[in-house]
């Protein structure tokens, strides 16, 4: 499967499993996940599944980090302090 059909699958994923925040579809649509996993993990980065990091972490399943974003309600007076978070592709 070609990189562009991986990521429309990837927003389907996303939208079936209740990631509805437009901005937030788009935002992860244009961040490049297999930037944030080793390199043994790359041809799954668009997977929806946890991918393991270093040290016993793993990179959470793209959903959780979509619905958890979505959660949060933000507007662009919002600032957000993450702290610990494994790779930072949320944080991104």
């Known amino acids: 499967m070609k990189k562009n059909e991986k990521i ?18 788009s935002i992860m649509e244009k ?3 297999e930037y ?4 043994a993990f790359k041809l799954r980065a668009y997977e929806n599944t946890p991918i393991p990091l ?3 972490q ?4 793209p959903s959780i980090v979509g619905i958890m974003t979505q959660a949060l309600d933000l507007n662009k007076k919002c600032k957000v302090l993450e702290v610990g978070t494994g790779s ?5």
């Open 58 to 61: 793993t990179i959470s399943q």
């Open 88 to 92: 930072g592709y949320q944080t991104a």
């Open 31 to 33: 961040i490049p996940r």
């Open 54 to 56: 270093l040290y016993g």
């Open 36 to 39: 944030f996993v080793s390199n």
């Open 8 to 25: 429309l699958q990837f927003i389907f994923n996303l939208r079936k499993a209740g990631v509805t925040n437009s901005i937030i579809l």
